[in-house]
């Protein structure tokens, strides 16, 4: 596709159940971001996926989020338990890693609200 | 540990007005410097790109300057139009292709 596309656009859910988040990234980029952005706050880093090597996990907050990425396409990410503080607009980017820089480009984002 | 901090909070201009935004950092051994907007319901734009031997970038009325070894970087807007009005972000990379810091960003509105 033309750019990084995100499902569901928005998403609300009971306290204590799980959600899953889908990111498409642009074709042929190899690395994959997963940011959070809370109300009032700036971007928060969640994950890395770079190719086939071990993620990046350290800005996951805790051990309720999980995220996968199959080869260098689409990646999910998993919230288990879902807390009121999960609250946020999840942002995923990608980008090529070419000689153009490691410019990153944003999704549309998903909108989670947690009752 | 990196942190970013952007100020002002938030801008309100006449149009046609020339501004700054302004970007400062912590940690000076960044690999590059991004400047992105983002508007309400969207996702980010990416605005310049610095790399960190780099000076400044230019993109139409939009010129980024880096000052790597004090820790800043600005943006400058020139004749400042509605269209303009979002918030606008600064990030940096601390290693090629990694993961950016933000800082909370600056909202801009531009008054006709």
């Known amino acids: 596709g033309a750019g990084v596309s995100q499902s569901p656009s928005n998403k609300v859910t009971e306290k204590g159940k799980d959600v899953e988040l889908r990111c498409d990234p642009i074709s042929g980029h190899t690395a994959l971001y997963w940011y959070r952005q809370r109300l009032g706050q700036g971007l928060e880093f969640l994950i890395y996926?770079?190719?086939?090597?071990?993620?990046?996990k350290s800005g996951l907050p805790s051990d309720r989020f999980s995220a996968e990425r199959t080869g260098e396409s689409v990646s999910t990410l998993t919230i288990q338990r879902t807390q009121q503080e999960d609250s946020a607009v999840y942002l995923c980017a990608s980008s090529s890693q070419g000689t153009s820089g490691t410019v990153q480009f944003f999704g549309p984002g998903t909108r989670l609200t947690v009752l | 540990k990196q942190e970013v901090t952007q100020i002002p909070a938030a801008l309100s201009v006449p149009e046609g007005e020339n501004l700054v935004l302004n970007c400062s950092f912590t940690?000076?051994?960044?690999?590059?410097l991004q400047w992105f907007r983002q508007d309400p319901g969207k996702g980010l734009t990416s605005l310049l790109l610095i790399q960190s031997s780099q000076r400044e970038q230019t993109s139409g009325r939009l010129n980024a300057s880096l000052d790597k070894s004090s820790g800043r970087s600005t943006l400058y807007i020139a004749a400042s139009q509605p269209g303009d009005s979002a918030t606008y972000l600064c990030?940096?990379?601390?290693?090629?292709?990694?993961?950016?810091?933000f800082g909370a960003g600056t909202i801009l509105r531009v008054k006709s």
């Open positions: 990030a940096v990379s601390m290693e090629y292709g990694n993961k950016l810091v």
């Open positions: 940690d000076s051994a960044i690999y590059n």
């Open positions: 996926f770079q190719g086939n090597s071990a993620p990046d």
